[in-house]
């Protein structure tokens, strides 16, 4: 079943296109990397898909509703959640408290009690492994810790579409095996859906089932990892000399 369809999306600033003409489909229980140089549009088109930038053409469509023009915090409860790569927690609140705002206006029409939102705060915590952080003041966390805050204040508002940008970038090895740990499980313990920005190209190939590269905002291949690692204009415009398979080029 499709889950998500983007029909000729732009976005553009100045009249410059960031995201020029996208169009592809999501099936859903899809783990899809959204991989490309630095300016190619994937932030852009992902804000676009959530509602945070208004796309100045085409279509998004989730679950086969329009979507295109709801803010974001209406395509929230219709199930779609994001991740930024910079965390943003409450600094005010302890760890539980984060992520049951995540619980509190996450998806769905009926507003979520405050006992039954901490009560997903704390399952939700369960399962990215911050359990006995929960009453801690978010400042004690370090950077992959308040990015696990993040991945669990998504979970709580309980998504069908999650969508991640680079949370996974400068983590060490053993950070890095843990959140793809938990991206996996998400998608076959929750039913999430997963499309996610990536320069990490270790994690890509562990990780992702399909691949879309964009360039100058526009897919330039969508495919397994592996033949879109290997297209010629993938090395050229994104790639380059990549060594232990890390990306090199930011």
């Not at 489909?25 to 630095?38: C, M, Q, T």
Request: proline share 4%; with cysteine.
């Amino acid at each position: 079943m499709t889950i998500l369809e983007l029909d000729g999306v732009e976005k553009r600033f100045g009249g410059l296109p960031a995201v020029d003409g996208v169009s592809l489909s999501v099936d859903e229980g899809e783990i899809v990397a959204l991989v490309g140089p630095n300016g190619a549009g994937k932030t852009t088109l992902l804000r676009a898909v959530i509602g945070l930038e208004a796309p100045t053409a085409g279509r998004v469509r989730f679950m086969g509703a329009d979507i295109t023009r709801l803010p974001a915090h209406r395509t929230r409860r219709r199930g779609v959640s994001m991740v930024l790569q910079t965390p943003r927690p409450f600094a005010a609140m302890t760890v539980r408290e984060n992520v049951a705002l995540g619980a509190l206006f996450g998806s769905g029409r009926e507003r979520v009690a405050e006992r039954e939102a901490l009560e997903r705060a704390d399952e939700a915590l369960g399962f990215v492994g911050l359990t006995e952080c929960a009453d801690d003041d978010v400042g004690v966390l370090n950077l992959h810790e308040q990015r696990f805050l993040e991945l669990a204040r998504a979970l709580a508002g309980r998504p069908r579409l999650l969508l991640l940008d680079e949370v996974m970038a400068g983590l060490n090895d053993t950070e890095l095996r843990a959140s793809i740990d938990i991206v996996r499980t998400a998608r076959d313990l929750l039913g999430v859906t997963v499309i996610w920005v990536e320069h990490v190209m270790k994690a890509v190939m562990s990780l992702a089932e399909r691949v879309v590269v964009l360039n100058f905002g526009r897919v330039v291949v969508d495919g397994t990892p592996e033949v879109a690692m290997r297209d010629p204009e993938v090395v050229e415009a994104y790639l380059g000399t990549h060594g232990d398979g890390d990306a090199r080029h930011r």
